[in-house]
C-alpha cells in the first residue's frame, strides 16, 4: 500500500464549473502524476510533478492545470469543465530511489454534466 | 514518441486454460522500461511486472510468466492454468526512465467457469 488517496472519489458537476481533484500520499515520494482513463483510450498522462512546484505537461494536458505546493498533495484543476473531460482521474507515485513502477490511487469518478 | 499496442481487444477462455496477452512496444529510447498493470473489476489497478530494457530475462511468479523480446519489441505476458479470479482488464505499459507511463489501450480478459 503506497498510502495514496484520492477526493472526491465520485463528483458530478455541470459544464463550465471549475474542479479541483486533489491526490494525497503519505510516504514522501518525489514524483507524482495524473492519468484519465477513459474507454478505448487507456490511460493517458495529464500531468506530472517531480518535485514541490515542479510540475510538466504530458499527452492530454489541454484544459487541465496542477498545482503542488507541498510534497503530499498534487492537484488537478480543470478550469471551466467540459463533458469531453468526463472520466476516471487516478493519481500515481513513483516510489523513492532505483524503483520506476508507479502505485495509483482508487481514482476519481467524474461526470460533466 | 512513445507507443504500446495491445491488439486483442477482449480474449475469452474456460478456466484452466492458458492464455497469452500480447504487447507490442514502440520506442526510440535506448533505457526504457516495461509494465503490466491488472485492473479488476472493482477498478483499482494493480502493478504486476517491470522489466527493464537492458534485461530480457524472461519471468515467472507462479502462474504468471513473462516473455520479454527486444527483437521484436515484445513483452507477452501469459497466464497458466487461468482461474475466474484472473478476470480483469491488463494494461502494458511503457516508461522512459523519468517519465509518465505510455498505455496501451488494454486487454480484457474473460476467464469463464
Known amino acids: 500500500d503506497a498510502g495514496i488517496t484520492q477526493s472526491p472519489r465520485h463528483k458530478v458537476t455541470e459544464t463550465g464549473t471549475p474542479v479541483t481533484l486533489r491526490c494525497h500520499q503519505t510516504?514522501?515520494?518525489?514524483?507524482m502524476y495524473w492519468y484519465r482513463q477513459d474507454p478505448g483510450h487507456g490511460l493517458r498522462l495529464i500531468h506530472y510533478?517531480?518535485?514541490?512546484?515542479?510540475?510538466d505537461k504530458g499527452e492530454v494536458s489541454d484544459g487541465y492545470s496542477v498545482s503542488r505546493s507541498k510534497t503530499e498533495d498534487f492537484l488537478l484543476t480543470l478550469e471551466s469543465a467540459t463533458s469531453s473531460q468526463t472520466s476516471v482521474y487516478f493519481c500515481?507515485?513513483?516510489?523513492?530511489?532505483?524503483?520506476?513502477?508507479?502505485?495509483f490511487g482508487p481514482g476519481t469518478r467524474l461526470t460533466v454534466l | 514518441a512513445q507507443k504500446v499496442t495491445q491488439a486483442q481487444t477482449e480474449i475469452s477462455v474456460v478456466e484452466k486454460e492458458d492464455v497469452t496477452l500480447d504487447c507490442v512496444y514502440e520506442?526510440?529510447?535506448?533505457?526504457?522500461?516495461l509494465f503490466w498493470y491488472k485492473q479488476p473489476p472493482s477498478g483499482e489497478l494493480v502493478f504486476l511486472i517491470r522489466r527493464n530494457s537492458f534485461d530480457e530475462q524472461n519471468e515467472i511468479s507462479g502462474r504468471y510468466s513473462w516473455n520479454f523480446q527486444k527483437s521484436t519489441s515484445s513483452f507477452n505476458f501469459t497466464i497458466t492454468a487461468s482461474q475466474v479470479v484472473d478476470s480483469a482488464v491488463y494494461f502494458c505499459a511503457l516508461s522512459a526512465p523519468a517519465d509518465g507511463l505510455t498505455f496501451g489501450k488494454g486487454t480484457h480478459l474473460i476467464i469463464q467457469p
Open positions: 500515481a507515485i513513483r516510489l523513492t530511489g532505483t524503483a520506476i513502477e508507479q502505485f
Open positions: 510516504e514522501n515520494h518525489r514524483y
Open positions: 510533478s517531480y518535485g514541490v512546484k515542479d510540475t
Open positions: 520506442t526510440r529510447d535506448t533505457t526504457y522500461y
